[in-house]
């Protein structure tokens, strides 16, 4: 019914930086907000961005001034930009998408996450 694809992870070297994108296809009738989580290896899956229809957002401490989320609302696809990369930025990062349906209900989906490496 509603699916997130997620694109642009990698292998970079410290200092480096990526582009994230994810894209929602499926029954939508809008999408209020969308962002970003992340899970490392043996810790808990974090907040790392988020960013509503009307361009509010919130960003954990440590990626601000590194990371900018946007989002083009015609196309139900948010991006992450991540620069100043460093090691403990490695992690899967997930997709996240607050949708609402056609008859009102609000549902959140989940992408398959896209594997983000910070090594030299």
């Known amino acids: 019914q509603v699916q997130l694809v997620e694109s642009g992870g990698g292998l970079v070297q410290p200092g480096g930086s990526l582009r994230l994108s994810c894209a929602a296809s499926?029954?939508?009738?809008?999408?209020?907000?969308m962002g970003w989580y992340r899970q490392a290896p043996g810790k808990e899956r974090e907040l790392v961005s988020t960013i509503t229809s009307g361009g509010s957002t919130i960003s954990r401490d440590s990626v601000k001034g590194r990371f900018t989320i946007s989002r083009d609302n015609a196309k139900n696809t948010v991006y992450l930009q991540m620069n100043s990369l460093k090691p403990e930025d490695t992690a899967v990062y997930y997709c996240?998408?607050?949708?609402?349906?056609?008859?009102?209900?609000?549902?959140?989906?989940w992408g398959q996450g896209t594997q983000v490496t910070v090594s030299s």
């Open positions: 996240n998408a607050d949708v609402r349906a056609f008859d009102g209900v609000r549902v959140e989906y």
């Open positions: 499926g029954s939508i009738f809008s999408i209020n907000a």
